[in-house]
């Protein structure tokens, strides 16, 4: 039969429940055709002048210009492991020179050098030594600098023929310690380590998901349904984001890993939806439906749902390009393709599959005998809904006390946010698992020259004169390292200088930010004074993240006041209602400021470091503050919009706002609930990635969630709406639209033969 002015939703499933198989093999082509182009494009990545932001981006691009950008540099640290006999490390850089010098990829090989002793690292302030050349046995480490060709992306490609070389020469000195690290070697083993430990969350959270949908739904092939979905939205959606890197580059590893987080959230929670709601149509009719009817129902009621929700995800991802970063671009475009898929794949190939293998989905007698006696509860809850609905009905008995009493956990949980210190991450706050970043740390212990650095760059007629003023003003300040004078670089044309001034202090430590705002505000001002018409900028580890941090926090209320906007127009275009829309993207305000708050607690502080296995940076990461926000949102709408869809579907049935309330909540426990734990357990999964920017997003959502859960779904939201009454409704009363009968069919829908 065929239905007239039905909603789009209900047309697509219809047509795809009575052509299983067409809209299958239709879904299994389409995923097929977006890895292929994906593949065939291939994937564009960033350049390192799309992360030029602020000042030092400036700096950067002066340097640029003028041929002085510092060209990759890798440096191996030989130290003996034992203060006396075996191999002497002389012999040892001697080896590693000559071995690297005959490589094509390098440009040059530096002379080896001694530490100073024993101290260099200690006293990497005020009085340390000049560093010497490699002759004999003194000093406790040797480093060789050796300078590749090419730029710093080529250096990635090149790095692993040095890394094998250094791995030769180890082996020949079994009685030495002989390691590789600069930002090529660093960089690489980073995403390689991501990599790992993504391959190990994929490991984690897909049989703990598939487990969970095992419990609520009591049959395999429905628990296995919502995963397999889940994992083809993310490889479709990976196969989309090679294309569309080619408009919006591609900033690494954090992207798949967004991409395979939202995927699984987003994907397995539309799928659950859909499929829990289809199975209760059966249930309510006693079995007397045919899953194909049944299909059709849960469309126009969840089906409906998952669009509003993937069109609030996609625009609450869509805030991240205001930031105008590559980096947060790139992480919106594969999130909001991952939940478009997932959204599509819910649409069309679920109900195909439901109404093809519905019969297999249901259970089993036991598993069907226990949900018939769980229909006789409230809504599809049963049992579980009793208790949520005994729960609810002391918080809409007495609103104003609970609304109070949520607003004060929230306010409480919140607050810590005020004191919340943002940071970028770098070289110094990659776990120390990683070789080359453990190397990287005795380097700078034992060169405190060879740690992040100000380059300062002078532009205009005799940039030299000024720089060397700089340099002298540092001899002595403990605020930068004395183990080795500064030089000065002057371009071809002699138009523009850099001069390094490295900081023996990690790049976002509290010394290293005063050493920044002494070159900047003081230092360089009266270097230059006198000599009109300068241009200058500074650029290096240290400014860059200050930049980048102080324009994520310029961007940052821009990002909110979209998003809330957006939350608004699809919360209003969903109920029509401007009281909803505000309450809910309350609501979600709420939910964010709780992670802000929870993350500023936990990392901020020492004393979830052995729980969470981190440590404590002294601050949050400059990205993870929006990242949280604008995935929150969209997930945070996402369950509003479920949840409050039941309770309008009771108003519109004649019941009372304060017992729709309870009867919508309750009726939407189990799917709701399962679809938290789901999503919380995609959430700590990510907890087992080995580094703290993953760890952070990974804590602040999985907060999120679960206060949503507790105290947003099952206080405030129902206090709130039994304080507003009919209100809620304004300016458009429940009754006015078209009524929902119990089995989800609109009524007075015109049907045809």
């Not at 009591?218 to 993310?234: E, H, M, N, S, T």
């Not at 006198?530 to 400014?543: H, K, N």
């Not at 969903?574 to 400021?593: H, K, Q």
């Amino acid at each position: 039969m065929r239905r007239t002015g039905a909603p789009v939703t209900v047309r697509t499933a219809q047509w795809c429940a009575t052509h299983p198989w067409k809209a299958i093999a239709g879904w299994v082509l389409l995923l097929a055709l977006c890895v292929g182009a994906g593949a065939a494009a291939g994937t564009n990545k960033g350049t390192f002048a799309d992360f030029w932001i602020g000042e030092a981006g400036r700096a950067e691009a002066m340097a640029s210009g003028s041929g002085l950008t510092p060209p990759p540099v890798e440096q191996v640290l030989i130290e003996r492991k034992a203060k006396a006999g075996g191999d002497e490390p002389a012999a040892a850089a001697r080896e590693i020179s000559r071995r690297m010098a005959a490589l094509p990829a390098v440009e040059s090989v530096g002379a080896p050098v001694v530490s100073s002793g024993a101290g260099a690292g200690a006293g990497a302030g005020a009085g340390a030594g000049v560093e010497a050349a490699a002759g004999g046995r003194g000093g406790d480490a040797v480093r060789v600098a050796v300078t590749l060709r090419g730029d710093r992306e080529t250096a990635k490609k090149d790095v692993e023929t040095l890394l094998a070389q250094t791995a030769a020469v180890q082996r020949a000195h079994p009685d030495l310690t002989i390691e590789q690290t600069g930002s090529a070697s660093i960089s690489v083993a980073v995403n390689d380590k991501q990599g790992q430990d993504l391959q190990r969350t994929e490991m984690i959270s897909l049989p703990v998901t598939f487990l969970i949908l095992l419990v609520v739904f009591g049959a395999v092939l429905a628990a296995g349904i919502p995963v397999v979905l889940a994992l083809f939205a993310f490889v479709g959606a990976v196969g989309l984001y090679g294309l569309a890197s080619w408009v919006f580059p591609d900033a690494g590893g954090a992207a798949l890993s967004v991409i395979f987080m939202m995927g699984m959230a987003v994907g397995v929670d539309y799928s659950l939806f859909y499929l829990k709601r289809a199975r209760e149509e059966r249930e309510r009719s006693g079995g007397t439906i045919s899953h194909a009817r049944a299909v059709e129902l849960a469309a126009a009621t969840s089906g409906r749902a998952v669009v509003d929700s993937g069109l609030a995800v996609a625009l609450s991802l869509a805030g991240l390009y205001l930031v105008g970063d590559v980096i947060f671009s790139s992480i919106a475009t594969g999130a909001i393709l991952v939940t478009l898929v997932a959204v599509g794949g819910s649409l069309t190939v679920l109900p195909a599959l439901l109404a093809k293998l519905g019969h297999r989905t249901d259970g089993g007698r036991r598993a069907r005998r226990r949900r018939a006696r769980r229909t006789s509860g409230i809504g599809e809850g049963g049992g579980e809904g009793r208790v949520w609905a005994a729960l609810l009905r002391p918080v809409v008995r007495r609103p104003l006390v609970a609304l109070l009493a949520g607003v004060a956990a929230t306010v409480a949980l919140a607050a810590p946010a005020l004191g919340m210190r943002l940071g970028t991450e770098g070289k110094e706050t990659f776990p120390d698992s990683i070789p080359a970043v453990a190397a990287y740390d005795r380097l700078v212990a034992a060169f405190p020259s060879e740690g992040p650095a100000h380059l300062v760059l002078v532009r205009g007629d005799d940039p030299a004169g000024p720089l060397r003023k700089l340099a002298a003003a540092t001899r002595g300040d403990a605020l930068f390292a004395q183990n080795a004078a500064p030089v000065v670089r002057t371009a071809e044309d002699g138009r523009t200088a850099l001069l390094a001034l490295p900081v023996p202090y990690a790049a976002n430590s509290p010394e290293a930010e005063r050493s920044l705002e002494r070159v900047r505000e003081v230092l360089l001002p009266a270097a230059v004074e006198g000599a009109p018409g300068l241009e200058r900028a500074v650029s290096g580890e240290i400014a860059a993240g200050a930049d980048y941090a102080a324009h994520q926090e310029q961007r940052l209320p821009w990002v909110i006041l979209f998003v809330s906007l957006a939350t608004l127009a699809v919360m209003y275009a969903a109920f029509r209602s401007v009281v909803m829309a505000a309450l809910g993207t309350a609501l979600n305000l709420a939910a964010v400021l709780v992670a802000w708050g929870v993350l500023t607690l936990v990392f901020q502080g020492t004393w979830a470091e052995g729980l969470l296995g981190f440590e404590s940076l002294g601050f949050v990461g400059s990205r993870t503050p929006l990242m949280v926000f604008a995935i929150l949102v969209g997930l945070s709408t996402d369950y509003q919009i479920f949840v409050v869809s039941r309770i309008r579907e009771a108003v519109r049935r004649g019941v009372p706002t304060r017992e729709a309330v309870v009867d919508g909540i309750a009726g939407s426990a189990s799917v709701v609930t399962s679809a938290a734990v789901i999503m919380v357990s995609v959430f700590v999964s990510f907890l087992f990635i080995d580094r703290i920017e993953m760890k952070q997003i990974a804590v602040g959502l999985t907060v999120a969630v679960l206060f949503d859960a507790i105290v947003l779904r099952a206080v405030i939201l129902p206090s709130a709406m039994a304080l507003l009454g009919d209100r809620a409704w304004w300016p458009r009363r429940p009754s006015e639209a078209p009524a929902v009968t119990r089995s989800g069919a609109v009524a007075g829908e015109k049907v045809l033969a």
